[in-house]
């Protein structure tokens, strides 16, 4: 896999060097490469290293990199990847605009496959792009719809996870619908343990304050399950917390709340659904397996 | 052409409407339609009015409007097309991510095309993406560079009227070359008679206060040979005065030596070929001929 993603990685670097900027160049390599989850996917479920499948995965990087650099603008990030923003370091012009450029030269060479292709991954784009939306709206006023908050996430976060274990199906001939699915899920889990360690992680765990979500005024699935669970005064109190700086007391009234509702747990049993289901999916493959296993022993 | 360009933007509202966010839409209605200069050339070469060539204005006015919302960010602009910026009355974060989704619905639907277009739609997007992030880049120091200059402005403003151009030519099976050219002479003069009009025109014309271009940092064709008119104090001078709030007397020296080094003058020659050269290219074409000549005509 390590090889796998190193040509990944080249290939990206080779699209860039091709726009004939050096100054882009170097912030192409300033940034981190991650994990490469949507690579890693496309590698297990189309298994034969074609030329096609390492453009598909560069593709889907840089698209993956382009929303990086959109949202941590949108979010005044100052870290990614345990390394200083691109955000942070050149401002926010530079990161808006090198989006711009990572995401239409994937574009480009997204162009060269079938309609299918170009429809599933520009598609889980406009997706993405109206998950983070939504995301920016929602954080406005305390959200306690369970409903609208699934579907900002699986747009924001599950989309693209979804659209490249379809790609990668595509690729070999294997059942789209089934590693579409097991993407949908996988994504899910994924987004939902992250919105729990935001609460349960340590600051050193997590490399910012813990809670900063519900600071932002983001009401992840254990704050609005918290919501629904208190009483018309408790609700007024939890809402008159939203996007404040929270103090040690309103810190503790939290967690101590968010346990006792069963917030935190039945944000936990929704993560374990979706990674079961998604196991379910790929039952002959150990390795898919193994990354819906993963995600949750991240958090607990 | 007014009920051409009618249906182009129906055609928008179609593509926008089928993402099922009525905030979106909402948004998108609130964005003046501009002068649509791109869907008028594409109607004017392609001639024959497909759903095609609907669809190819619809994409080409998407990307450009998104290049807009991007644009008011890097540039903290208030106002567009005679309205408040998205930028001004929703924040960056709405217009970043509006942004996004116009140019992600835009690139859905090039996918449905032949790569050659495919190919030289995306590629424009990378151009004026890369133009815009170079346009920031030289603004932070006093570029005296011209061949940067230009190069600079073909990719940001150039690029995307050549590729309507050549679009327009593929559709209609005229000689591509010929028309890609015609688009770069326009896009060019057009570029250098709004850098002139920045110094010429008076803050009401402009909507702004004049030399807005010199105070941002961007040294335009006229600023350019000044600079290399003067001798080495006046150099310096000049160069002290860049990307500082100017006084009515710093306005009044930038403008006399404006016209005194000729500057001015050398700019309006060098638009002038533009569109002359553009003009000899569809000598057959008498409303292609008075686009490039109506350009010439705003400023002087």
Chains 1, 2 share one sequence.
Request: glycine share 6%; charged share 25%.
């Amino acid at each position: 896999m390590k090889n796998y993603l190193e040509k990944v990685q080249n290939h990206m670097m080779a699209l860039i060097k091709e726009l004939g900027d050096d100054h882009i160049l170097r912030l192409f390599k300033s940034i981190e490469s991650g994990k490469m989850v949507r690579s890693r996917l496309l590698k297990l479920i189309a298994e034969n290293e074609t030329s096609d499948l390492i453009s598909l995965s560069s593709i889907i990087e840089l698209i993956h990199l382009a929303s990086l650099l959109h949202d941590d603008v949108i979010d005044n990030s100052d870290t990614r990847r345990g390394k200083p923003s691109i955000n942070a370091t050149y401002g926010s012009k530079v990161s808006i605009m090198l989006g711009d450029i990572f995401y239409s030269k994937a574009f480009s060479e997204l162009g060269k496959f079938d309609y299918e292709i170009v429809s599933r991954v520009a598609g889980s784009v406009t997706k993405l792009s109206l998950g983070e939306i939504v995301d920016v709206r929602l954080s406005e006023h305390f959200n306690h719809d369970e409903n609208i908050y699934l579907n900002m996430i699986y747009n924001k976060t599950a989309s693209l996870i979804e659209t490249a274990s379809a790609v990668g199906a595509i690729l070999s001939n294997k059942d789209v619908e089934t590693y579409s699915k097991y993407g949908y899920h996988l994504g899910m889990a994924f987004q939902i343990v992250d919105d729990i360690l935001d609460i349960v992680a340590s600051s050193e765990e997590l490399g910012k304050p813990a809670m900063s979500d519900f600071v932002e005024g983001k009401t992840t699935i254990p704050y609005i399950k918290l919501w629904h669970w208190l009483d018309n005064n408790g609700k007024r109190y939890l809402e008159s917390l939203h996007k404040k700086h929270l103090t040690p007391d309103d810190y503790n009234w939290l967690l101590k709340n968010l346990e006792e509702s069963g917030g935190i747990r039945q944000a936990k049993d929704l993560a374990k659904f979706h990674s079961k289901s998604a196991i379910n999916l790929v039952k002959d493959s150990p390795e898919l397996i193994e990354i819906a296993e993963k995600l949750l022993s991240r958090g607990f």
